[in-house]
């Protein structure tokens, strides 16, 4: 019945989860409660889609071939990021502005993820620049041999890049497989010159690592 409009955070589960999984392991709600009873972040709408270009009843292949956390296992999301890419884009966002009152416009919208949902996050997020200001990638399922061509529009113009983004932040844990994915991403961002943040902490492909990573990201966001 309010006339307040808040900001999105686009918040994307990893491989063989579903849209509960934040909620369910990630304790994403009493994370943001107490941050914002903190007065350590503002007020925003978190936004948890299915993160597979198909219904939860439905036999996916990708979804089969993509089942491991580790870095081979990255090859499989591109085909499951490029479907829910128009999943997000055409019908997820459109519903969230058509039913609560959010703002619209990219300066007060953010898309994060982790594994698979990291994946998804940096590359839909990095390629529509349009449409997101604030890009974050958790323990990102990422492939070093693809960033070439999967992130050829911020490398061609990192300074647009680096005018459009508020915030890249990615994280990952040492102990994780995908810590050397990780690093050679921002090595990656380093070399292209956009500017980004690149947290570590100890831990592996883990709940406990995410959930640290949601405490400090989600402070950042929207300032």
């Excluded at 570590?200 to 966001?221: D, S, Y």
């Amino acid at each position: 019945s309010g006339k307040t409009k808040y900001p999105v955070l686009y918040l994307f589960h990893g491989a063989n989860a579903d849209e509960t999984a934040w909620t369910r392991l990630g304790r994403v709600n009493l994370i943001l409660d107490n941050l914002l009873v903190a007065g350590k972040m503002k007020p925003f709408i978190a936004v948890m889609p299915f993160g597979y270009p198909s219904p939860p009843s439905a036999p996916v292949a990708p979804r089969a071939a993509a089942a491991g956390a580790g870095p081979g296992a990255a090859r499989g999301f591109s085909s499951v990021t490029e479907d829910f890419s128009k999943d997000l884009l055409g019908d997820v966002i459109p519903y969230v502005q058509a039913h609560y009152r959010v703002y619209t416009d990219r300066d007060h919208r953010a898309i994060a993820g982790l594994s698979m949902g990291g994946s998804e996050s940096l590359t839909i997020g990095l390629n529509h620049l349009d449409e997101f200001s604030y890009v974050g990638g958790f323990s990102a399922a990422v492939s070093p041999a693809g960033f070439a061509k999967d992130f050829a529009g911020i490398a061609a113009d990192p300074k647009g890049a680096n005018r459009q983004l508020h915030l890249l932040w990615i994280g990952c844990g040492t102990d994780d497989g995908l810590f050397a994915t990780s690093t050679s991403f921002s090595k990656f961002l380093d070399d292209a010159q956009v500017k980004h943040t690149f947290y570590k902490i100890p831990g592996a492909h883990t709940w406990i690592v995410w959930r640290q990573f949601l405490r400090e990201c989600a402070p950042q966001l929207f300032q």
